[in-house]
């Protein structure tokens, strides 16, 4: 974006009415901290934002500042259809694809109102009048980091937004070790010196899990890690009943994907829940130049980075991990390929 787009934006901003913020379908860490993050920042320039998300988030994100003012679509989708029907402006945060907003996709598509796509996945399908991209980053929220300023120079951050940012930041990166750029940490330490509580983050999102999540976390390394030398795929796969056995809250399987990938070997690790009758969510996680996002897209309707990808699947998880092995070979064509070119 070009400084007299920006300029153009803070008009927008200053005379807009209902401004919306929207990200995607299972926000993550990135997600609600991004969001929640730049709603902070415009409300200390007396600019009134909502936070609106297809679904709920995990309650490890629960203690960022002003989580209970995101609205969750499923929950109430009248006042939000409402809401985005109204929006004179709309910030769409931390996705490349409408698919990932469901319903919500269609009411963006119909309301003329001026567009912010702010995000850092590949190849972004979403139309707007005014992007900010950038693939290279760690996650949307250090873009919001970057777009703050621009929108408003000179301005503060603020504690509350700066919290909700680094948040997102460490998240999307795994506490420093992927999405890794020299600017990654400058913009961290940027984050802190505005006031971002490292400790909170920390222990909130690391070191508060629950009984059962850390019961299952050993469960399914023990008893459920399947592992193949000759592919180097390394999978999990849970069932409704075994989620349920470990009064499965949301969130509680994050980072256990990454878990299977740290196995010497490892090309590429799956992790398999099947959440409700008929439906099964993959999450998918690869090293260097081994790409996971295309397989994604191609077998499980789904997409993301390169290396960290998810998708979904209709059927059990029985049923998703034979679709799986079944298209392993094309897995490994797409990335003969990418290696080639
Ligand atoms: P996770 O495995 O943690 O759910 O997601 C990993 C990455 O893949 C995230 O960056 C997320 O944005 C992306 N992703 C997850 N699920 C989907 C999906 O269903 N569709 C697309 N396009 N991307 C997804
Ligand atoms: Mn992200």
Redesign the pocket.
Known sequence: MTQEQFSKLQEIAKGAKNIAIIS???P?G?AIGSSLGLRAFLFRQQLQARVIVPDSFPGFLRFLPESKSVWFFDKMKEAATQYIKSADLIFIL????L??IEEIGALIENNPCPKVLIDH?PDPEVKAQFTYHRVTVSSTSELVFEFAQKLFPGSHLGAKAATCLYAGLVT?TGCFKHNLHERTHITAGKLLQAGADHEAVMLEIFDSNSFNRTRLLGYSLYEKLIMDPATGLAYIALSQEELKRFDYKKGDT?GF?NLALGIDGVKMAV?LTELNDGLT?????SHGSFEV?GF??KF??????KN?????FEGTVDQAVDRLKESIPELIKMNLQNLRS
């Open positions: 995607h379908k299972n993550d990135d931390d996705f490349n694809t698919k990932r996945h999307d994050e994907v992790l969510k993959l999450s998918f996680r996002n994604a897209a499980f309707s789904g997409g993301g980075h960290a990808a998810g998708g979904a």
